[in-house]
């Protein structure tokens, strides 16, 4: 006994399966042949240096610094660092798999990592280097002093306004949004909760800066920032603002808030 299937058939004229004429009215409809629309995304790291503790602190300044570059970039950048990693270690001995947390590698110690001073400020010039090398990266960072209050506070609406204000004028290149990504904090701004401009995305990613070399990266610009300040013996006798002078040749500023 055969049955009729009562079910509608969804590919018929005017059933729900159907895909409507597109109405030409519709502010969203674009030609077939107009419909390149490319969705460009910027990786923004940053890690800060000194604290923002007001009592007690040992530092007088806080920073937060780092680096913008596109998604599609980010490959690139990352077999660059691999590559010197590879060098570093095929030339000095020093383990790839290390994390290379400026503050310890340029201190005072003597010896770190098995290495000297002089070596380790050498591979650093390398690094240095090896990021100013292209054009995908921008460095960016925001120095506060802790005689004008929460310097947090302050550094995190400056960053976002900053960061809005740079894609807009076309700093970056094609952007569309912004996503920032940065080490543990001990609190973020409260400003990053909820930012209000047309393309920093809201809840920052935080990440392990082991394990994300871009992360280490962005440490060492903070780093190199606060040594532009107040440099230790150690590396104002070996002249090393040279370092972050090499970083200003691809910089959007450095900024006082």
């Known amino acids: 006994m055969s049955h009729r299937d009562d079910?509608?058939?969804?590919?018929?004229?005017?059933?729900l399966g159907e895909c409507?004429?597109?109405?030409?009215?519709?502010?969203?409809?674009?030609?077939?042949?107009?419909?390149r629309f490319f969705f460009v995304m910027h990786f923004i790291y940053l890690d800060e240096s000194g604290d923002p503790g007001m009592n007690g602190s040992p530092t007088n300044h806080y920073i937060l610094a780092g680096f913008a570059l596109t998604a599609s970039d980010w490959h690139k950048v990352q077999r660059r660092f691999a590559l010197f990693r590879q060098w570093a270690f095929q030339t000095y001995g020093l383990d790839p798999g290390r994390e290379l947390h400026a503050s310890e590698f340029l201190g005072a110690a003597s010896m770190h990592c098995g290495l000297p001073r002089a070596t380790r400020l050498l591979i650093m010039r390398r690094l240095i280097g090896m990021l100013t090398l292209g054009s995908e990266l921008r460095f960016f960072g925001w120095i506060a002093s802790k005689e004008r209050g929460d310097p947090l506070e302050r550094v995190g609406v400056r960053c976002l306004e900053d960061l809005e204000a740079w894609s807009a004028a076309g700093y970056f290149g094609e952007c569309h949004s912004l996503l920032i990504i940065h080490d543990r904090m001990p609190r973020r701004p409260s400003a990053w909760k909820r930012p209000t401009g047309q393309r920093v995305i809201e809840s920052p990613l935080c990440l392990d800066s082991e394990t994300s070399p871009c992360l280490q990266v962005a440490d060492l610009i903070a780093y190199l920032l606060k040594q532009s300040l107040s440099p230790n013996r150690y590396l104002k006798e070996q002249g090393a603002q040279y370092l972050i002078k090499k970083l200003n040749e691809k910089s959007l500023g450095w900024r006082d808030v």
């Open 20 to 35: 409507p004429e597109p109405r030409l009215d519709n502010p969203w409809f674009r030609p077939r042949s107009a419909r």
């Open 7 to 15: 079910r509608p058939d969804l590919m018929s004229r005017g059933s």
